[in-house]
């Protein structure tokens, strides 16, 4: 019986912390975790306290802002177009038993190639400027939404596409009324694994040909041993990433408010 009370207590002290101020304690104690180890020369990692005044440092001469600036466009650019396509090819494949068969397995045969592998091609093909660098992110965005798409499409319970049959609806009001909902929490999963491999896809792309950039300025510091610099692009990443990961997550809240979902 004690047991169980204070399990119960446990529960409500949990609930009745926000879930914001959590990844708040989250990222406090990683920092904390970050300087006690440098600290005690458990590490070679620069201290947090040498990164945040590069930060500032870069920030102020407006380096940091221009590099930010011209992988967030690459990303974007790459990956807009990468859904843009995926979505409807997804869909095709998903509704269309003959659009399945002729296309499933070239997106099987392209997702176990590696975007990064495709970068010296893109680059020997396309030349150095920005096209190859948004095509591999095109590619890698394109590869994670399609076949989540595929899936979403593919896993729609039948149930409501009889129900919907039956009350004499046509397979348009069907698709765009049944499908389309069904699938959006598969859909926007992709957008989100998408949204990673765009990332890690521009860094390496950066890293290989590149005049500016989060990637091509890790690459300069590291011909320097600048570990501060290094960091601050690492971190640059990482707050964009998350950013834009909670955008498309709040997008999947509004848009799948319908569904009912579970919570611990």
Known sequence: MTAKVSTKSNDSLVDRIPH????????????GLWWLATSLG???LPD??????????????????SDALASLRRVLIGFLLGVSIAVPIGFLMGWYRLARSLVEPWIQFFRVI???????????????????????IFLAAFLSSVVATYQGVTNVDRTYINAARVLGASDWV???????????????????????????????????????????????????Y???????SLVAIGVLGL???????RTDEYLTRWQEKGTS
């Open 42 to 44: 458990a590490s070679t």
């Open 226 to 232: 600048d570990l501060p610099t290094i960091f601050v």
């Open 20 to 31: 914001a101020l959590w990844g708040v304690i989250s990222f406090v104690l990683g920092i």
């Open 174 to 224: 069907i698709f765009r009324s049944v499908v389309v909902p069904a699938s959006m929490p598969f859909i926007l999963v992709g957008f989100r694994i998408g949204l990673g491999s765009a990332w890690a896809t521009v860094v390496a792309a950066e890293l290989i040909a590149a005049q500016s950039g989060l990637g091509f300025r890790m690459q300069q510091a590291q011909l320097y």
């Open 114 to 136: 590696p975007p990064l592998a495709i970068i010296p091609l893109a680059i020997v093909t396309l030349g150095i400027d920005e096209t190859p660098k948004v095509f591999v």
């Open 243 to 249: 950013l834009m990961d909670r955008i498309v997550m």
């Open 48 to 65: 947090p306290g040498s990164v945040a005044v590069r930060i500032f440092e870069l920030a102020a001469n407006g380096q940091l802002l």
